[in-house]
């Protein structure tokens, strides 16, 4: 991976655990306790079945997600939820507008029903 990519992961990496994730555990913390969970959502890869150079890609700022959180609270595998790595990814043109006139990311009511059970798996709520 190149070397402006290596930066905007270090970039990432740095904004979630010196500022964003630290500030959201500092809210949810009150009189010293902890008074609720913080739970984060890795990336599906819409673009894996037309790029699937793409894949390592996604897997290596998931895996930098769920090294980010870990200190904060929990994530959740919505990549694996998506279908993983594999492709082509039948799940791709269902969970997302990807194979549509509009080839949008963005998740489709199905889509988005899975990324909510993922949640509701990865929390047990």
Known sequence: MNQQFQLDLATLDKNLTNIILPQLHAALTVNGHVTGDLVMMNFYDPFQNICPNSVPITETVNAHLAADVSNYGTIVDVFSA????????????????????????????????????????????
Not at 96 to 115: L, Q, R
Request: aromatic share 16%; net charge neutral; proline share 7%.
């Open 82 to 125: 998506f279908g993983g790595p594999k492709t082509p990814n039948p799940h791709i043109c269902t969970y997302t507008w990807m194979c549509t006139i509009f080839k949008d990311i963005h998740a489709t009511n199905t889509g988005y029903s899975v990324i909510a059970a993922t949640f509701e798996q990865g929390t047990g709520y």
